[in-house]
Nanobody, 124 residues
Framework: HLQLVESGGGLVQPGGSLRLSCVAS????????IAWFRQVPGKEREAVSC????????NFPQSVKGRFTISRDNAKSTVYLQMNNLEPEDTAKYYC?????????????????WGQGTQVTVSS
């Protein structure tokens, strides 16, 4: 199993940017699909972006396409989520998650390992 630690969250004004990082340990990152999910209290986790050897990099909700970019540096065992032009609706706790294999999924039940999350708040 991978251990995942997220960082980079914080408070940002609408239109601002943040870059989240997810550092993995305990395994070889290139053997995993890594996804970013987000969750607002009282709602289910929503898949945001995923990176895998087969699917490449992809975003799931239409609302983040063109604004969020996932990337990975396997040598550094780190996956990033660059978030630009942030909106108040992006406010959530963001989690990275790992699934053994090379295919991206947009459902949390396919991911075995999870970080503790990092809070992103978009507000003026």
């Amino acid at each position: 199993h991978l251990q995942l630690v997220e960082s980079g969250g914080g408070l940002v004004q609408p239109g601002g940017s943040l870059r989240l990082s997810c550092v993995a340990s305990g395994g070889t990152l290139d053997r995993y699909a890594i996804a970013w999910f987000r969750q607002v209290p009282g709602k289910e986790r929503e898949a945001v972006s995923c990176s895998s050897g087969y699917d490449g990099n992809k975003n799931f909700p239409q609302s983040v396409k063109g604004r969020f970019t996932i990337s990975r540096d396997n040598a550094k065992s780190t996956v990033y989520l660059q978030m630009n032009n942030l909106e108040p609706e992006d406010t959530a706790k963001y989690y990275c998650a790992a699934s053994v294999g090379y295919v991206c999924y947009d459902l949390e039940r396919f991911f075995e390992d999870w970080g503790q999350g990092t809070q992103v708040t978009v507000s003026s």
